[in-house]
């Protein structure tokens, strides 16, 4: 597999707190990368970073052989990098129809958007279809996790980053959730931050670990959940 995207020595200080430090992540295409780490230890930075939505101090960012470092986020969206929020972000009110419409306009891009029928099996595959004149701030929490997919997915993706994709869901949210995280793959590559680690030991082909904005290990799932070093710092005895 080629390399999707490649972070090289990303560094990010907020004054005092190193949010950053050297980090090396290098993601191949086709290939679900999981990133695991205690609150504060810098996965949203590092995300944050990449979409272009935070500006390092320094180190460099290459997505499909080009150069997007310091890139502004709606051109790394239009590059085919899309994400989505730990606190979903979609126009509460406006209907889902007119979020879907909103999404296309702001990448602007007609040539790489889905075709209408493509759009249609997207919104019936996300169980969308019946709530296209719903008030989005209306939907369930799982419904508008749903149509933030979906409205990123209208630009054909070659990766999405996923900011813990069930956080805040129930238990059988969470594995419908799985499910379409899961049937996503054949449809671009996924970088998922997740604290359940239910969803990184079935979701994941690799694993990368940040502890204090340094990455202390990375591997497959298997290999870090029983890494010594992640174990102490992180998941803690329960899951050696």
Not at 28 to 38: D, V
């Amino acid at each position: 597999m080629t390399d999707l995207f490649v972070a090289r020595d990303l560094c990010k200080r907020f004054g005092g707190l190193q949010a950053l430090r050297n980090v090396d992540v290098v993601q191949r295409a086709g290939e679900t990368l999981g990133m695991i780490g205690p609150n504060g230890s810098g996965k949203t930075s590092f995300v944050n970073a990449v979409t272009g939505e935070l500006a390092l101090d320094s180190g460099t960012i290459d997505f499909a052989g080009r150069d997007i470092t310091g890139v502004r986020p709606h051109k790394v969206a239009r590059a085919g990098l899309a994400r989505t929020f730990q606190a979903v972000r979609i126009f509460a009110r406006l209907s889902v129809r007119d979020n879907l419409q909103t999404a296309m306009l702001v990448l602007d891009d007609a040539a790489n958007s889905l075709e209408a029928e493509e759009r249609v099996e997207l919104l019936h595959w996300l169980k969308l279809d019946h709530r296209l004149d719903a008030v989005a701030g209306s939907l369930t929490l799982f419904e508008q996790r749903r149509l933030e997919l979906a409205m990123r997915l209208m630009m054909r993706p070659q990766l999405i980053m996923l900011d813990e994709p069930v956080g805040g869901l129930a238990p059988g949210e969470i594995r419908a959730m799985m499910q379409i995280l899961n049937e996503l793959k054949a449809r671009c590559s996924i970088f998922v931050i997740e604290h359940t680690m239910r969803v990184i030991r079935e979701l994941a082909d690799r694993v990368v670990v940040l502890i204090t904005g340094e990455k202390i290990a990375d591997g497959p799932p298997v290999d870090i959940l029983k890494d010594q070093r992640v174990i102490e710092q992180y998941l803690g005895t329960a899951h050696a």
